[in-house]
């Protein structure tokens, strides 16, 4: 195969923001199609780009080999099994699916066709997620015994928009990123007890979660709300030789919004180093490293081309998928879930 050529289904934040840019960027592929109802909004930002009405005019397009799936979360698993069916490569936006069952089916479809399915979890090539790993590759930290895992916000009125109102709320929203994340730091927890709730007035989904892992010897704790004013804090992790605690996100995603495009010498540089204290020790600022979601995208590209491994496999979103499923009858029981 040479050029990947790539369909895009939906231009929202999603498309415009973590997927479009990149596909510019990533050599050997060339967005060629999107999927959008409002054909004016696409080609501000692509002029010339050819827009389709549907998903079908999508898969009926010449030259497209992967999809990607970033429309609403409801529509992910139809979407993606419709692409699957046509013989393409898929890789569809977070959540995976809106159920378990859903996810299961397109994973399984897309092994029996043969085709690259992965799971869009960018924020393993955040900034301050690869300096955490390096940390604890590296034993500054010794036995991580608690982690903290914090995506907080102000946004204290409700929009009126579908996001706001998405099937499992912030939990499915902002979820997948917390718990892919300690899926690769540690692996599948023993259990999780989860706290799934909607604190906001007049909010139509859950706005809060505060979820905790139970592993042995270890607690992780995923929390989000949007009651947050003070939502600096992304991190903050303890082990047996010292502490990690790090404010601030990674800056990629406010920089494709604001229109940059995905490199520079600068790209993906925190600028608000993480603070290590050891026992004893005054604390010491941490250099980031450098974040690139650029490298999901060319590690993408060469397994579409059968040149490299998936970066994210469907078995991955599975293990993701299996948390967050748990988490919801978690808080509908309030009780903790075995993971077996």
Do not use: C
Not at 14 to 30: D, L, N, Q
Not at 303 to 328: F, K, Q, S, T, W
């Amino acid at each position: 195969m040479g050029e990947v050529g790539v369909g895009l289904i939906g231009y929202g934040l999603g498309g415009r923001a973590f997927h479009a840019p990149y596909v510019g960027v990533t050599p050997g592929m060339a967005l060629r199609a999107v999927v959008s109802r409002d054909p004016a909004k696409v080609h501000a930002d692509l002029p010339g780009m050819q827009v389709v009405p549907d998903v079908a005019a999508l898969l009926a397009e010449p030259g497209i080999d992967l999809v990607v799936v970033s429309s609403p979360d409801a529509l992910h698993a139809g979407h993606a099994l419709a692409a699957i069916r046509a013989g393409k490569h898929v890789l569809v936006d977070k959540p995976f699916a809106t159920t378990l069952a859903d996810a299961r089916a397109v994973a399984a479809e897309g092994e029996a066709a043969g085709v690259v399915v992965t799971a869009f979890q960018n924020r393993r090539w955040d900034a301050d997620f690869l300096t955490l790993r390096e940390l604890i590759a590296a034993g500054v930290l010794g036995e991580v015994v608690q982690l903290e895992s914090h995506f907080d916000r102000w946004r204290p009125v409700p929009a009126d928009v579908w996001k706001e109102a998405r099937p499992g709320g912030a939990w499915l929203d902002l979820g997948p990123h917390l718990v892919d994340q300690a899926l690769q730091l540690f692996g599948r927890p023993l259990a999780i007890a989860a706290d799934i709730a909607t604190l906001r007035e007049g909010a139509p989904a859950p706005d809060y979660f505060h979820a905790v892992l139970r592993y042995p010897g270890r607690r992780v704790l995923l929390h989000s709300s949007k009651l947050v004013a003070d939502h600096g804090l992304r991190f903050a992790v303890h082990g047996t030789q010292g502490s990690w605690i790090k404010h601030g996100i990674d800056p990629q995603e406010a920089a494709t919004v604001a229109g940059e495009r995905p490199g520079g010498e600068g790209w993906g540089h925190d600028p608000a180093p993480g603070v290590l204290i050891r026992a004893g020790e005054a604390p010491v600022a941490v250099p980031n490293a450098r974040g690139d979601y650029r490298l999901f995208w060319q590690a993408l590209a060469a397994a579409v081309r059968g040149e490299g491994p998936n970066p994210v496999p469907a078995a991955d979103a599975i293990a993701v998928m299996e948390l967050l499923d748990a988490g919801l009858r978690s808080s509908e029981t309030r009780r903790e879930i075995a993971l077996g």
